[in-house]
């Protein structure tokens, strides 16, 4: 079975593409910006233009728009391919390739919204402990539960908390099934992990 | 490319509206179908942008396959993949991008990123074949208020815009003054049919001035005044103010023949297209100087996804393609080469 994954939740766009599980050929880039335009030549520079039986996509939380963009992609290519569409919370790979290095409990802290960081325990076995949290930079070094600490914001909270090991990591879609089966999820809607700004734009 | 009609797969998301068509050459709208989110932007009197994007997010491609199925094509069978890359909203204007995108690439068919405003421009060439280049073209949706001639795909000239506000935006402004509720213009357009329409004295903005332009944010402005006077029933206010926005639309029109160059028509497109004053006013305006009056049906008139399958289908047609790596263009005005105008902003 081949199998497309997918990560643009954070400055990472990447791309991946999978047989039986091996890693057949895969992109990652740290874009920033320009999801929306980099992601699809991407799949389209993989054998074959990417195609698979089941597409695997980060449901975020992370950057609002690049979870869109990268669950916009993974359904349209599965319309037309016939593929099943699975999706997989962020953190969940954050902390899946930092047990790859370090099989131990760890703490995954990622840069969120507003100033503040999303925050989840990854127990012994890898899976969640507790629910996704989204704190303020203390608050999220006050609760993290264990000694290692991966993600984006893994030196920040590790050198506020005064104690631990950062492992600072973003998503990377190569790396996708190194994921418990467990935290796929079918149906896939995005996690945004914190309220939308009802803003609206600036009145003329 | 066949030999038969080209059939276009239309892909709309710039604003509220997701939608999604299939158009082929020979103007069918083999299906078409259309998610309003009105409900989602309603309690906040206008269209807030990470709400509208979530809502495309999650909208869209469950509607793109209703289309397909309601249609019963397969995507394969599809020519041409045609999404909006803006101008808009650009969370929203990502989603379907990214999505006609994808379905490009997996299906192996060329992308087209369309202007939304493209769209609108040539909507009038779906709904009447005999419309032929060059013709005058008055815009006016919620977010934009123009005089064009549209020479050709993708050759706009630029002649009018607004300063301020747009016409279709004025209409909302006066729907929320008088507590009408969100989307306004129909609202006004009603509540209007009961009203004296020179019950209440209001400005009409530069009228007779020599400048082309547009301008209603004086307009909006009397009418909350007069409503806050207590002084007038809300049927004359929505009555004389549609009556003051179509006296400046109908000044600026004629301003505009009077310098452009020959055209074949009068063309009325976008969402206050669907305001039946609007209509017969410029029907008049035209038939007095021997043009031809051509205005798409009303569900052609608002967002929809048919217009952008059309542009989609004219660009297809003289062998346009874009890359996959296209931006979304949160602006991007018909006519670059035009004159800025101070104020005009994003509705340029
Ligand atoms: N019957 C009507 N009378 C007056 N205005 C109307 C009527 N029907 C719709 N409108 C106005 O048309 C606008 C919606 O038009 P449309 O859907 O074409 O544009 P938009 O998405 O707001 O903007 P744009 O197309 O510029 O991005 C709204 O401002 C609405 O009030």
Known sequence: MRVLAIDCATENCSAALFSNGELIDGRCERLGRG???????????????????????????????GVRIGLAAARALALVWKAETLGYPTLALIAAMAREAHPEAVSVAMTGGHGEWFLQDF?????????????????????????RVAGSEAEALVARRGSGSAVPLLPDARYVPLLSSSVLLQNPAPLYGRAPDAKLPAAS | MTNGPALVLGIESSCDETAAALVTSERRILAQKIASQDDVHAPYGGVVPEFAARAHAERLAPLIEAVLDEAEIEIRDVDAVAATAGPGLIGGVMVGLVTGKALATASGKPLIAINHLEGHALSPRLADPTLQFPY????????HCQILRVEGVGR?????????????????????????????????????????????????PLVGKREPHFSFAGLKSAVLRAHESGNYAPADLAASFQQAAIDCVLDRMQRSLETMDEVTALVVAGGVAANTRVRTELEQCAASRG??????PLKLCTDNAAMIAWAGIERFAKGE????????????????????????????
């Open chain 2, 321 to 348: 393609a874009s890359p996959l790596d296209v931006p979304a263009r949160p602006r991007w005005p018909l006519d670059p080469g035009a004159e800025p105008v101070r104020g005009a902003g994003a509705k340029a």
């Open chain 1, 35 to 65: 999801h929306a335009e980099r992601l699809v030549p991407m799949i389209a520079e993989l054998p074959d233009k990417g195609r698979a039986d089941r597409v695997i996509v980060s449901l975020g939380p992370g950057s609002f728009t």
């Open chain 1, 123 to 147: 127990g012994p076995d890898g899976l969640p402990q507790g629910e996704l949290a989204s704190l303020p930079p203390q608050a999220a070094a006050d609760v993290a539960r264990h000694h």
């Open chain 2, 156 to 204: 706009y000239q630029r002649l009018a815009t607004t300063i301020d506000d747009a016409l279709g935006e004025a209409f909302d402004k006066t729907a929320k003054i008088l507590g009408l509720g969100y989307p306004g213009g129909p609202a006004v357009e009603r509540l209007a049919q009961q009203g004296d329409p020179r019950g209440v004295p209001l400005p009409r």
């Open chain 2, 291 to 296: 043009l031809r009056f051509v205005a798409p």
């Open chain 2, 136 to 143: 005058a073209l008055l815009l006016v949706s919620g977010g």
